[in-house]
T-cell receptor
Framework: DQQVKQNSPSLSVQEGRISILNCDYT??????FLWYKKYPAEGPTFLIS?????DKNEDGRFTVFLNKSAKHLSLHIVPSQPGDSAVYFC?????????????FGGGTRVLVKP | NAGVTQTPKFRVLKTGQSMTLLCAQD?????MYWYRQDPGMGLRLIHY???????AKGEVPDGYNVSRLKKQNFLLGLESAAPSQTSVYFC?????????????FGPGTRLTVL
């Protein structure tokens, strides 16, 4: 049973518009959430994270929102740029999880059209 | 700094053959991980290590073995490869207490088992 789910496998958006990626989790012990970005033939790279003590974290064009009661988080990219075209993975971790282990969602492929 | 490197980048095996994937990191990270990425499944943890000489099972350990003889290296072995092990393999590293449990990933190894 997947503990972290990204229900939208793909997303297409026009350049300059907002991209919204969603992620749901089931394990109430998760208290750190991360987003990774992955280009083809490269490893994932860290994008942004949020602790469960917050409901929003912003870094430039990227904002992550956390709704603990709904066990839901989302990543907003505003404005979207062609270079944002990539696969985005949501990941979760429990506080002091052994070895900083992460549980990943299945990924959402984003295509930003010029 | 090279970060996390993986050898080889590509490999084709026949069923029953064995091989070892090498991961090296130059960031003096304590923790290291092996993941596999399959379409729609995200990244699934195979094995991980919290320090030199230690290893532990992840989510999908069957058919794989690992060793961490030196802090900077983490080896993933397939003793008798099967077509179900066709995947892209990623190594990652981390440090205790890193904000958000961030992990740093290598570029991946694409393995095909015929």
């Amino acid at each position: 049973d997947q503990q972290v789910k990204q229900n939208s496998p793909s997303l297409s958006v026009q350049e300059g518009r907002i991209s919204i990626l969603n992620c749901d989790y089931t394990n109430s012990m998760f208290d750190y959430f991360l987003w990774y970005k992955k280009y083809p033939a490269e490893g994932p790279t860290f994008l942004i994270s949020i602790s469960s003590i917050k409901d929003k974290n912003e870094d430039g064009r990227f904002t992550v929102f956390l709704n603990k009661s709904a066990k839901h988080l989302s990543l907003h990219i505003v404005p979207s740029q062609p270079g944002d075209s990539a696969v985005y993975f949501c990941a979760a971790s429990g506080f002091k999880a052994a070895g900083n282990k992460l549980t990943f969602g299945g990924g959402t492929r984003v295509l930003v059209k010029p | 700094n090279a970060g996390v490197t993986q050898t080889p980048k590509f490999r084709v095996l026949k069923t029953g053959q064995s091989m070892t994937l090498l991961c090296a990191q130059d960031m003096n990270h304590e923790y290291m991980y092996w993941y596999r990425q399959d379409p729609g499944m995200g990244l699934r943890l195979i094995h991980y290590s919290v320090g030199e000489g230690t290893t532990a099972k992840g989510e999908v350990p069957d058919g794989y073995n690992v060793s961490r003889l030196k802090k900077q290296n983490f080896l993933l072995g397939l003793e008798s490869a099967a077509p179900s092990q066709t995947s892209v393999y990623f190594c990652a590293s981390s440090w205790p207490g890193l904000s958000g449990n961030e992990q740093f990933f290598g570029p991946g190894t694409r393995l095909t088992v015929l």
